[in-house]
């Protein structure tokens, strides 16, 4: 049954402009924030970071931000032959804010990599961040695009730029997909030397990429781990005499979450 105190609430026309500052606030009083990073071992193969979150008492909202993880380098597949390469691409970025309610619960997801090295021409696509639960569904980051070799000359690729990403897509407030590099170019190719560079992309607001040249080496593999979102570093050579070298894995994805 409703009384006079359920009545005696303060509104926000009676409280004049700037009357109230945050000087004059003690302590625990007013909504307060907090951050928290879920994100798995860095290293190579790293299967991330899984785990079960739930809501703390006095939280009312979140705001989600979600980082694919990077795609696998290539590897250097074919003997006898030149290769040109283009480098893996770093994961998407995706945000979401969302109304929720302490002791509800979510699983989050930073996304990990493929579990072993490439050796074939093309790498494999980075895996998606995701988080579900409560007022949330059918959220994620997606992974980059894969490196590739290739020894046809002809048949090149452009590097893909597909930036900002439309409110509602994989279920966001926002996203925006990294840039994956086209087919490198060369300054000279035959049987006894070669001179390639290829690019990796990173992922967006971390933004860590890398380029690559070779010169006189007959095979470099990309074997040491990438930074969070990264795409993976590449097999390359400078000889058509060598084969079979190893692409390394991307990197991880992120999940931040910020609640209050």
């Not at 694919?68 to 074919?78: I, L, M, P, R, T």
């Not at 979510?106 to 090295?117: E, F, I, L, N, S």
């Not at 409110?167 to 407030?173: E, L, R, V």
């Not at 050579?237 to 994805?253: F, K, M, N, V």
């Amino acid at each position: 049954m409703a009384n006079y105190r359920s009545y005696k609430k303060v509104t926000a026309s009676q409280v004049p402009d700037g009357s109230i500052t945050i000087e004059k606030l003690a302590n625990g009083v007013g909504p307060s924030w907090c951050v928290k990073t879920f994100y798995g071992d860095p290293g190579v193969c790293t299967p991330g970071c899984c785990c079960n979150w739930t809501v703390p008492a006095g939280v009312a909202k979140l705001t989600w931000e979600l980082w694919g993880a990077g795609g696998n380098g290539h590897g250097a597949c074919s003997c006898r032959r030149c290769h040109h390469y283009r480098g893996a691409g770093g994961g998407s970025f995706t945000t979401k804010t969302i109304d929720t309610t302490p002791g509800c619960s979510y699983t989050v997801c930073a996304a990990g990599v493929y579990r072993c090295c490439s050796r074939e021409c093309t790498g494999c696509y980075g895996c998606a961040s995701y988080v579900n639960g409560y007022n949330l569904s059918n959220f994620c980051a997606v992974g980059g695009g894969r490196g590739e070799a290739n020894t046809d000359w002809s048949n090149l690729c452009h590097s893909t730029i597909a930036c900002c990403v439309q409110p509602g897509s994989y279920n966001s407030d926002f996203g925006m997909n990294a840039h994956w590099p086209g087919f490198s170019g060369h300054w000279s190719c035959h049987c006894g030397l070669s001179v390639t560079q290829t690019c990796s992309g990173g992922a967006p607001f971390i933004g860590v990429g890398n380029k690559t040249y070779s010169s006189h080496c007959w095979i470099r593999c990309g074997c040491w781990s990438s930074p969070y979102g990264a795409g993976g570093q590449g097999a390359m050579t400078s000889y058509c005499e060598r084969c079979c070298g190893q692409g390394g894995t991307g990197g991880s994805g992120l999940v931040r979450l910020t609640y209050m």
